[in-house]
């Protein structure tokens, strides 16, 4: 996926002394402008620490445990700028806070670059950067951009610099995104695929079903998912009917993490090509709507509500489900698998973007639930690499990888 271009870059960097102490450090913080988006970057000493992301009003509070403050604060006093208010460094007894002021509407994106021992935190106005949250987290492939050459401040220390007294060990934060702080061994993804049985969904126009690439690119994906340590379950493992409703069931029922059900898109255009990522809500995309009602089916068995009804469940659902992280959970899959096909087969695949829908397989779950789709079986071109095998592939490591960074907590994204 290509990255937005940087279109100016000021850069302020607050660097002191590095203390030689067993716990993090927050050692400097710069800001960079990338077209409609800042970026802020916050390096450690040593590695960089866990974070646990919370709003409060229009502020962004990144916790970091038993990690030490090092920096002024205000380190970037007089280089921030809308939509960014102000940037905050505060030290606790168990260990820091950065709080990132923003006005108006705000989509963030924030990463922890383990190979670089920085936090990434990115903001743009609402809409502003589509894709906001790729060039965190796909920091690690090859065909990314090198980073812009910026001008730097750099504010040296004083001849005696502060010292910061040792903060008692203490533990560590709830990680962002994850309630009970679980070894990645200990998660359960529910892998949805598609359709099945008497209800074949799409067709391309070679005659290859949904139902059939659903279940190819599902098995791939939990493969993909195990090698990574994450445990997986299938709703269904060979070509057999499920309603709509018993497939969150069955991932209620498993107490699953998180619930990730595999499509394949058609579209009256057949030149339209990409990769979509959908989460629960309404929405009044008129595409979105006729994708969804395709997707809920309305033939006897599929148990799927009429609209009044669904919109009485996603009203209800807006104020109780954890939307928050599976609109984190899709941009992570829509901008990874992306990047992985990019990289992996040289060419540039279509990120359509997360968005909200109305999909019935999703209501009801416990859990972050997302929709994936995967590809356009009304392309012949697209429909053909979605039979190949290595393409089933990189699309599985694709969002195997976005699930892991999810419970290790790398990786966040949302808006204010």
């Known amino acids: ?14 660097i002191v002394a590095r203390a030689s102490v067993p ?17 802020l970057h916050f390096g450690f000493s040593g590695s960089a620490p866990r974070f646990h992301l919370s709003t409060h009003g229009s502020e962004l509070w990144i916790e970091l445990g038993r990690t ?39 989509d963030y994106a924030i990463a922890r670059l383990r190979d670089r021992n920085e936090i990434v935190l990115r903001v743009a106005a609402t809409g502003a950067d589509p894709n906001i949250a790729a060039p965190i987290i796909v920091h690690n492939t090859p065909r ?54 008497y209800d074949p969904g799409t067709e391309s ?21 195990e090698a990574r340590g994450i445990r997986a379950e299938m709703t269904r493992s060979s070509d057999v009917f ?34 979509e990522v959908y989460y629960l809500n309404n929405t009044t995309d008129r595409a979105t709507i006729r994708l969804a009602r395709m997707e809920n ?40 698998t992306v990047a992985d096909l990019d990289s992996g087969l040289g060419m540039n695949v279509n990120a359509l ?19 994936v789709e995967c590809g356009f079986m009304s392309n012949p071109a697209e429909a053909a690499r979605l039979e190949s095998p290595s393409y089933q592939d990189l699309l599985a490591r694709g969002i195997a990888t976005s699930v892991a960074d999810y419970f290790d907590a790398d990786m966040a994204a949302g808006n204010l």
């Open 242 to 275: 499920i309603s709509l409703a018993e497939r969150t069931r069955i991932a209620n029922s498993a107490s699953a993490d998180l619930f990730v059900s595999i499509h394949l898109n058609s579209s009256p255009n057949t030149e339209t090509t990409g990769i």
């Open 297 to 336: 089916g309305g033939g006897d068995g599929y148990g799927a509500p009429d609209a009044s009804n669904l919109n009485y469940i996603l009203t209800d659902l807006r104020q109780n489900y954890k939307a928050s992280e599976a609109a984190s959970l899709a941009k992570m899959i829509d901008a990874q």
């Open 68 to 106: 030490r403050v090092a920096i002024p604060p205000r380190p970037l006093f007089g280089y921030e700028s809308a939509p960014i208010m102000s940037v905050r460094a505060i030290q606790s007894d168990s260990g820091s806070r950065i709080v990132v002021e923003v006005t108006g509407g705000t």
């Open 144 to 197: 990314r951009p090198a980073p812009p050459v910026a001008r730097q401040v750099v504010y040296a220390p004083a001849e005696n610099p502060r010292s910061v007294p040792p903060i008692p060990p203490a533990a560590p934060v709830p990680v962002a995104l994850n309630e009970d702080n679980r070894q990645p061994g200990h998660f359960l993804v529910m892998i949805d695929p598609g359709h099945g049985g």
């Open 23 to 39: 716990a993090p450090v927050l050692t400097s913080a710069r800001i960079e402008h990338r077209g409609p988006t800042l970026e």
């Open 205 to 225: 126009s070679a005659g290859t079903a949904e139902k059939t690439l659903a279940l190819q690119i599902a098995t791939r994906l939990k493969a993909a998912l």
């Open 1 to 14: 996926m290509a990255l937005a271009v940087a279109t100016a870059t000021i850069c302020a960097t607050v």
């Open 353 to 371: 973007g997360a968005k909200m829908g109305p999909f019935y397989v999703l209501v009801g779950a416990h859990m972050p639930a997302v929709l």
